[in-house]
């Protein structure tokens, strides 16, 4: 038998929102704003316009009294502010369930402003724990940073879930 | 060693890093049944010796392992004593392990970022290779040979 997470993941998470589900299948919408908590970065090459390594961010979501936390350990390599991006998304539920997600060929843009960026991914559920333990899935990311990196990234995920046979 | 390898080509050697890696950092997460899916980040450190320059090695590691092994990836920060820095982008790469981990062996392809002083052009490819015998988080005996291609 199929379990269905649309309505366990709307009881739960305020602003993730349930756009549709069947029987073994839902799609959820979560926005949240990461912040960036410890970055591993350098810079090479001519002007150092290279960029790479690490920068790991953080977000929390409140909801009746229960957190949400959203790690997201990045890994970046951009030219002049731009380039690919890679990561994996790690949501600790408040029954401490998890949910594991990997970015799948992220790329960051430049936008017109002198600083930040836009993030554009596809998603890949990785795993979880709990009730998570055998899911399955994919989704998308998009993201947008009007600072430098490091600064805060307004990001929106979309995922299609599927929890798997009980 | 830094040995020129083709006598007609002045600007392209073959740089060959071979060093001992200890965890200084992780950052791992398991999912799945059985815990069998490890993922994310390992912080290495270690030290070369490259010709007559001793060099530092900075991993900065990611892994998703399932049952032991599987793809990792990473950048390789070499800091040579001048203060030059030369920049590898782990690619393609692989760890076959036991379940637990351990007894691992690593290969894979490596790709210059990019570097900064006397490698502030460099551009190439190369290959790594390296073991593991304990558990993820343990030494790394690793090896990098890179074809270092520098523009005048």
């Known amino acids: 038998m199929k379990r269905v997470i649309a309505l366990m993941l709307v009881a739960l998470v305020a602003p993730l929102a349930a756009c549709g589900s069947d029987s073994n299948r839902s799609e959820v919408v979560l926005n949240f704003d990461l912040e960036s ?80 960026a836009r993030f554009s991914s596809r998603i890949r559920v990785i795993g979880g724990s709990g009730r998570f333990v055998d899911a399955r899935g994919n989704g998308s990311y998009t993201g947008e940073r009007r600072d430098e990196i490091g600064g805060v990234v307004r990001s929106r995920l979309a995922l299609q879930i599927d929890l798997g046979d009980e | 060693m830094l040995a020129a390898c083709d006598p007609a080509a002045d600007r392209v050697t073959t740089l060959s890093v071979t060093t001992s890696l200890s965890s200084k950092y992780k950052d791992l997460h398991n999912v799945g049944a059985d815990n069998r899916i490890v993922y994310g980040w390992n912080d290495l450190e270690g030290t070369a010796q490259v010709g007559d320059e001793t060099v530092q090695v900075q991993l900065l590691g990611d892994v998703e392992y399932t049952d032991g092994g599987g793809p990792f990836g990473g950048f390789v920060t070499l800091t040579f004593p001048d203060g030059a820095v030369l920049a590898l982008r782990v690619v393609d790469a692989r760890a076959m392990a036991k379940t637990d981990t351990s ?40 090896t990098y040979t890179v074809r270092l291609e520098e523009s005048q």
């Open chain 1, 37 to 116: 908590v410890e970055k591993r970065l350098h810079k090479v090459g001519p002007g150092e316009q290279i960029l790479y390594g690490w920068n790991h961010l953080r977000s929390e979501t409140e909801f009746e009294g229960s957190t949400i936390e959203i790690e997201l350990q990045a890994g970046v390599e951009y030219v002049n502010g731009a380039g690919p991006c890679e990561g994996r998304f790690t949501l600790t539920f408040p029954d401490e369930s998890v949910l594991a997600l990997a970015f799948i060929d992220c790329e960051a843009f430049t936008k017109s402003e002198a600083s930040g």
């Open chain 2, 103 to 142: 007894d691992a062996r690593f290969t894979g392809l490596v790709r210059v970022i990019g570097g900064t002083g006397r490698f502030v052009e460099a551009s190439g490819r190369g290959v790594l290779e390296g073991r593991r015998n304990d558990e993820l988080g343990g030494v790394v005996e690793m």
